[in-house]
């Protein structure tokens, strides 16, 4: 059985040539810095993110490695995305890589199961989780020159308590005593940013009184936030090279989301088991290489995202899932328990994610540790919501029929103000540029724009009658409409911008797909068209040349139920039936990076990666 190199292509390079020259690069840049190998290492800590963040840094700790003894390689990485109380091993006989495969040590695998303390992990699980995968190009690489003399032994840790990492500790020290195996320990450090609900900042290295930050904390901020993340991590590898102890100390202090705690507790509890022997007494923790993915300076950033982006996908399992937009990272899961999630929104101060399903309308502080909806509101099955650009109203759109304006200003309990009778269960719903109109399309073939100042439809816009339609964008300028229906054809009507808001001229119509078209989507530029079909693809097309068709995204194995600009206008994320999400660059219409996590169709995405500022 083959574990799939199931991340190759979008966390990193999925051509060996490329991948080569680029871990050659990194390696070489290390060598610069330090002299290597480090004699005697037997083990490393380094980074799981995408390679293109990770890898500068990884790559410090895989120089020091001398491979000349070595036969047998542990990786230790934590699970992301199934809850493990323990540990699992891969019933895989070899691990894909763009490089070359990886042989596992078989018999290594059953003797750690046979002692009962150990159990196998779906191949799912293991093609799911990145944690392991990302470091195996570097492995290759490392000992390419005996790779046929070298097999690997993954280990994915759980969340478990610390009597259990000091039981796997002591059964793992008799292997890493031996000085043909050598282990490495999967992990990143801090995850700073309101998206991992850690905000931990202190104003000196001696602050004894941290704080976790928020959006009224900005006046409390007297040095680099990415100043405090830096000492902080320092304290934890400090704890780290000072006693097993030390370190749970240090985490139960301050909590540090360093996601590879576990792995590295593991490695502490063998560590100080092997200490109690005389010819392994005298040990060295070493820190050769520090580094952050960015450089928090205000509360809106992340540490392991310059734009501050929120990434949420959900679908037919009942989850939402937010991501870490550039490792691929699942940061936070939320149940869903209603229904499956029909779309999602996130309020233009980042602050509220609107969830409709069916009766229900959900609204989640996003900041917030408590998974349980601030608000909920019952109705039928909403299939559409939006915010004002100011957050002072929402609005949903129901499969009744009915178009609801919620006034949020009294708070987290929204209050219904209006209520529009359709005539046809609604479809899709969109806000007009303008703010004072929203757009629907609906089951009878019908658009219709609503001006809520006059309290009416204004206009019905049925281009093909009979042929429901399925989807409705408004260009950001407010300068077009688009609409699309089941027969995959796309709609185009020119909207005025001058004094007389009435008119409304349709300009173009072509075929976008030979299938039903799920999802419509000008970009924040409006120069570019997404059209999301259940031909299991997602074009990109040309509004200023005409509508011609630039991309065809392929990639996806189902239907592509929904997608999501990025606000350059430069990336798109879709979200598919096949349980993926994907990120696409638009420029090579390839995929960066891909979100595996879900178990059923992922059908809707949101995404906001725009700065917000605070007064």
Known sequence: MIRNASHAGSWYSDNKSKLNKQLDSFLEKATEEHQFPIEGTRAIIAPHAGLNYSGPTAAFAYKCIDTTKIK?????????????????????????????????????????????????????????????????????????????????????????SEEKEQMYGELLSKYLQDEENFFIISSDFCHWGSRFRYTYYTKTNDDNYPVQLSKFHEKQ???????????????????????????????????????????????????????????????????????????????????????????????????????????????????????????????????????????????????????????????????????????????????????????????????????FDNGAPITDAVMHANQGELITCDQNGAVKIWDLTAHSCTHELVPEEGVPMRSVTVASDGSMLIAVNNKGNCYVWKLSNGSDSNEVEPIHQFQAHNNYILRVMLSPDTKLLATCSADNTAKIWNTENNFELLLTLHGHQRWVWDCAFSADSAYLVTASSDHVARLWELQNGVTIRQYNGHHKAAVCVALNDLSVGYS
């Open 72 to 160: 047998r390689v542990f990786i230790l990485g934590p699970s992301h995305h199934a809850y493990i109380d323990g540990c699992c091993l891969s019933k895989c006989d070899k691990y894909e890589t763009p490089l070359g495969d990886l042989m596992l040590d078989k018999q290594v695998l059953n003797e750690l199961y046979d002692t009962g303390k150990f159990e196998w992990m779906k191949q799912k699980v293991d093609e799911d989780e990145h944690s392991i995968e990302m470091h195996l190009p570097f492995t290759f690489k490392i000992f390419e020159d005996k790779i046929d003399q070298v097999k690997i032994v993954p280990i994915l840790v759980g969340s478990i």
């Open 221 to 419: 901020i007297t040095r680099p936030i990415y100043e405090s993340i830096q000492e902080l991590d320092h304290r934890g590898i400090a704890s780290l090279k000072s006693s097993f102890k030390d370190f749970q100390t240090y985490l139960n202090r301050t909590q540090n989301t360093i996601c590879g705690r576990h792995p590295i507790a593991v490695l502490l509890a063998a560590l100080e088991t092997l200490s109690q022997k005389p010819e392994f007494s005298n040990q060295k923790i070493q820190c050769i290489k520090y580094d952050q993915s960015s450089r928090c300076k205000q509360y809106q950033d992340s540490s392991n995202d310059s734009h501050s982006v929120i990434l949420v996908t959900a679908g037919y399992d009942n989850t939402i899932r937010f991501w870490e937009a550039l490792s691929g990272i699942c940061s936070k899961t939320i149940k869903h328990p209603d229904s499956q999630v029909n779309r999602l929104c996130i309020s233009p101060d980042k602050t509220i994610l609107a969830a409709t399903g069916n009766h229900s309308v959900r609204l989640y502080d996003i900041a917030s540790n408590n998974d349980s909806p601030v608000n909920k509101n019952d109705t039928c099955n909403v299939i559409a919501t939006g915010f004002h650009g100011e957050g002072r109203w929402m609005f949903t759109a129901s499969e009744d029929g009915h178009l609801k304006i919620w006034d949020t200003r009294s708070g987290r309990n929204p209050v219904l103000t209006r209520n």
